[in-house]
């Protein structure tokens, strides 16, 4: 099946910080993908759409200069949080799927603690 | 604007037995898809089925069914014979046609009593 590769999986970093997530299709060409945000006993958030070779899209309340996004090719997706703060810390899980079909497959996710 | 609902925060289940967990949406499209997700402590969202809005055999898969209502937006799912190892968080999520993101609802939460 298709996989999906999220890394790091867990990072922790002072104040200040900028931090990059990636998001790799392993077997399938992406044309988009999808990062959400999930808050402590809380459901799944959309916060941009990445597309290839494109601006991502961002959602309402979401601060496009703080989350960088960038899907340089159709098989890589990141997810840079610029001078990260403690309330930036949250659970951050991308997603991708071949054009038109579905469902989406996640990776695994990558849990971001700011001290 | 697509909104998922799911009404039962918490729902527990005895071992070996039935439970049906609830989920209610919101859409003017008529081609979409719904699935169920189950997300254990790992966090992993682990896909358990998916239903397209188009057809109206109910998805099956091993233990796991769905009863999809679409005049009524309902896409309940129902676990058969419960695990251990089904205690989870299940989010219910909506998909419109083509490469759109997933709606989720707020979550269930499961407990299997041993």
């Known amino acids: 099946g298709a996989v999906v590769s999220q890394h790091p999986s867990w990072v922790i970093c002072k104040s200040g910080t900028s931090v990059k997530i990636e998001c790799r299709s392993l077997?399938?060409?992406?044309?988009?993908m999808f990062w959400y945000r999930q808050f402590p006993k809380q459901s799944l958030m959309l916060m941009a759409t990445?597309?290839?070779?494109?601006?991502?899209?961002?959602e309402q309340g979401v601060e496009k200069d703080k989350f960088l996004i960038n899907h340089a090719s159709l098989t890589l997706s990141t997810l840079t949080v610029t001078s990260a703060h403690p309330e930036d810390s949250s659970f951050y899980i991308c997603?991708?799927?071949?054009?038109?079909?579905?469902?989406?497959?996640f990776g695994d996710g990558t849990r971001l603690s700011i001290l | 604007a697509q909104t998922v609902t799911q009404s039962q925060p918490e729902m527990s289940v005895q071992e070996a037995e039935t439970v049906t967990l609830s989920c209610t949406y919101d859409?003017?499209?008529?081609?979409?898809?719904l699935f169920w997700y189950k997300q254990p402590p790992s966090r992993q969202m682990i896909l358990v089925i998916r239903?397209?809005?188009?057809?109206?055999q109910n998805a099956t898969e091993n233990r796991f069914s769905v009863n999809f209502q679409k005049a009524a937006k309902s896409f309940s799912l129902k676990i058969s014979d419960s695990q251990l190892g089904d205690a989870a968080m299940y989010f219910c999520?909506?998909?419109?046609?083509?490469?759109?993101?997933?709606?989720f609802g707020k979550g269930t939460r499961l407990s299997v009593i041993a």
């Open positions: 239903q397209e809005a188009y057809k109206q």
């Open positions: 990445s597309n290839e070779g494109s601006k991502a899209t961002y």
């Open positions: 077997d399938f060409q992406a044309t988009t």
């Open positions: 997603s991708a799927s071949r054009q038109g079909v579905t469902p989406q497959h």
């Open positions: 999520a909506y998909a419109g046609s083509g490469n759109t993101p997933l709606v």
């Open positions: 859409t003017s499209e008529s081609d979409y898809y």
